[in-house]
Structure formats: structure tokens, C-alpha cells
């Protein structure tokens, strides 16, 4: 189905052979090419009534210009029919004479001569018009399919049968107030025809106006798909980056997490430390005998030669004196089947001053406590044990 719609400059022979019209049902079998043709007919009529319709309108134009270039465009020229009357004629034809500037005398001849050939128009136009059914003017809100419904309905053919030869015309999607539409129905064959009637533009351009719009908004919207694309493509791209700036941030606050678990514990154990006394706990002769303590007759224990931070290093052990403010001394832990007496070094540690000794009944144990604590914190410590 081609649209009945064609530009007026083309030429006839081709706008006769592309148009085609809705057969009814009743009559496609039987007679329809022949019931077809007086659509086609009456559609051929119509194409060259546009067609002579827009030349009359173009040459009508051209007379008034000519009429102005040649200073006569005081003379009005027939609205309806774009001629000169009887009288303009003679005017005319005297000006000719009387005018000296051969340009002007040239032009207005050409308005004559021109008017001979708008005249011949108008007798086609209205020797067609006669042959043709009264055009329907199209509104500014009316449509193609509409006004064919319209159409169809008037004469009486019912809704269901005028949609159905409504849809097998190629029909126009938009029209321009002004445009003329020809509707032929014969026989249950409908066919329309659309020329430019009054209105501003041509069937054929308000088409081509449609259609590069829709290829503009086509391109358009492909256009800004492409760029949606290339952002979801950035966003993806992105995102791919900020995952994996998570992850290496992530395993950065794991890492400064253990790091700062473990300078916790550093320095837990350093306050632990520098808050505990670091004792050796031994039998007293046998660290006499390695020089680590010195016991003297008249004199206070003290330190000996082998006294140093080494053996500390290795053999002390870390009382944290924040929480303990006491220390046990079993016989048994020192393979001694009872304590006698307990020796501290340094001898600057003072009984009942610094701690107080207390030794059990039955001398398995013995109990320091500390007096003041401050004084023995991150202190080397010797407690030398005798039975």
C-alpha cells in the first residue's frame, strides 16, 4: 500500500501509476481491477488539479513580482484567479506605449503575455474541479484517518468495513491545516488523494519535515546511548578501580590493625616491665657458690661478681607489682624440705621498711609482701633461701 500522496511537480505519467486503493471485500474477486480503475481515474484528475493548482499559484506569484520590478505593482491582481481584468489589460498595454525604460517596457509585456497562460490554467483547474468531488479541507487538529472514517461513515458504510478499507490506503501520518483531501468511493473501493490545497507546504515536504525529525531524534537518542554507554563503560570502569582502592584499603586497615595489635602488646609488655620486679629465686649457697650474691658475716647482702643483666636475662623471673602485691616462696619449688631464712639483694631492700617476711609454722612457705611497691618496680631482685 503506497500513500495517496504525491509532490506536484511530479511528473503526472509516475503519480498515476504509484497510487493504490482499498478493494471492499464484496468485490475483490469479481471486477475489482475494473471497479478500481474509475478511482484511478478520478485520482489522476486530482493529481493534475494539484499540480495545476500549484503552477497557477506560482505564476500568479511571478505576475506580481514582475509587476513590481517593472513599478506597476500598484495593480492589483485577482485574488481568486491571479488575473488581470479588461480594464488592467488596457492600462497596462497603454503603459507599454508610453514607457521609455525598455527593462519595464519587457517586464509588463511578460505580465500580458503570462496572463494569457494563467488564464489557460484556470480553465483546466476549473474544468477539473467540475470533474471532481468537493476536496475536504483538512483543520489544524484533523488527521488523514479520521477524515477518511469520517468519509466512508457518511455514506453509509459501516465502522468495522470503513476501518478495514481505511487500513489497506498507505494514509499520511500528519497533515497541515489547509491541505485538500479527496476521498473516491465507487463500488466498495476507497482511494484518497491529498494535495497542498492552501496550506504552506507540500504533502511531500511536511513528510520529508517529518520524517528527518524522526531520523533527528533517532540520531539523537542513538547519540546520547552511545554517550550512556561510554559513562556506564567510565562507571564500570570505575567501579572496578574503587574495588579494588577498597580491597588494598581494607587489607591496609588489617595490616595497621595487627600492627597496632602488636605495638599494643609491645607496649602492654613494656609497661608490664617497667611495672614489674625481676627476681631470681634460689638457694642461697648454690648462687653464693656462682658469685651472684656476696653474704657476709657483720655485713648486709649484697651483690657479687657474677651479678650481672645476663643472668637476669636468663633466670629472672617478672612479677607485675600492679597486681600483685605479694610473692609465695614454697620450700618444695626449691628442693628444700623447709625454709630457714630468706635473704634479699640488693641489701639496700630493708626488712619491715620496704616488705615484710613471714615464714609459716611448719617453714614449707614464706610470704614477702611488699610495703612499697614503688621500690622494688623494674628492680633486680635476688631472694637467696636458706634451710
Not at 484567479?81 to 514607457?99: G, S, V, Y
Not at 483531501?181 to 463500488?187: L, M, P, R, S, T
Not at 504533502?203 to 546511548?225: H, I, M, S, W, Y
Request: hydrophobic share 35%; charged share 30%; glycine share 6%.
Amino acid at each position: 500500500m503506497i500513500r495517496s500522496r504525491l509532490n506536484p511537480a511530479m511528473p503526472f505519467a509516475l503519480a498515476a501509476t504509484v497510487l493504490m486503493v482499498a478493494p471492499g471485500c464484496k468485490y475483490f474477486k469479481k471486477g475489482g481491477a475494473e471497479e478500481s480503475k474509475e478511482i484511478k481515474e478520478l485520482t489522476q484528475k486530482a493529481a493534475e488539479l494539484d499540480k495545476a493548482n500549484q503552477e497557477q499559484q506560482k505564476a500568479g506569484a511571478s505576475q506580481q513580482s514582475k509587476l513590481a520590478q517593472a513599478g506597476a505593482g500598484d495593480v492589483p491582481l485577482n485574488p481568486a484567479t491571479m488575473q488581470l481584468t479588461d480594464e488592467q489589460k488596457k492600462a497596462l498595454e497603454e503603459r507599454i506605449k508610453n514607457e521609455k525604460n525598455t527593462t519595464y517596457q519587457a517586464l509588463l509585456q511578460e505580465v500580458l503575455d503570462k496572463d494569457k497562460q494563467i488564464k489557460e490554467l484556470n480553465d483546466k483547474v476549473n474544468k477539473l474541479k467540475a470533474l471532481l468531488p468537493r476536496p475536504d479541507l483538512a483543520g489544524p487538529n484533523d488527521s488523514h484517518y479520521g477524515m477518511a472514517l469520517r468519509f466512508l461513515k457518511k455514506r453509509g458504510v459501516g465502522e468495522d468495513e470503513a476501518k478495514q478499507l481505511v487500513s489497506r490506503v498507505n494514509l499520511m501520518d500528519k497533515m497541515a491545516p489547509g491541505f485538500e483531501v479527496y476521498h473516491f468511493y465507487a463500488n466498495g473501493v476507497y482511494g484518497s488523494w491529498v494535495a497542498q490545497g492552501k496550506a504552506k507546504i507540500t504533502p511531500n515536504d511536511l513528510q520529508r519535515q517529518e520524517r528527518e525529525k524522526v531520523e533527528g531524534e533517532r540520531d539523537t537518542a542513538v547519540a546520547q546511548n552511545e554517550k550512556l554507554q561510554e559513562d556506564v563503560n567510565d562507571l564500570a570502569t570505575l567501579k572496578k578501580q574503587l574495588e579494588s582502592d577498597v580491597t588494598g584499603l581494607r587489607k591496609e586497615k588489617t595490616d595497621l590493625e595487627t600492627k597496632i595489635l602488636g605495638l599494643s602488646e609491645t607496649n602492654e609488655k613494656q609497661k608490664a616491665k617497667l611495672n614489674s620486679m625481676h627476681y631470681i629465686l634460689g638457694v642461697s649457697k648454690a648462687l653464693q657458690d656462682r658469685g651472684v650474691i656476696v653474704v657476709p658475716v657483720f655485713a648486709k647482702d649484697r651483690a657479687g661478681a657474677k651479678w650481672s643483666d645476663e643472668v637476669f636475662e636468663k633466670e629472672s623471673k617478672d612479677l607485675d607489682l600492679r597486681s600483685n602485691k605479694s610473692l609465695t616462696i614454697t620450700a618444695a619449688e626449691l628442693g628444700l624440705k623447709k625454709i630457714g631464712k630468706i635473704s634479699v639483694v640488693p641489701g639496700s631492700l630493708t626488712k619491715d621498711e620496704h616488705y615484710k617476711l613471714a615464714i609459716s609454722e611448719d617453714k614449707t612457705t614464706a610470704t614477702l609482701t611488699f610495703l612499697v611497691p614503688e621500690r622494688f618496680r623494674n628492680e633486680k631482685v635476688v631472694f637467696a633461701v636458706s634451710e
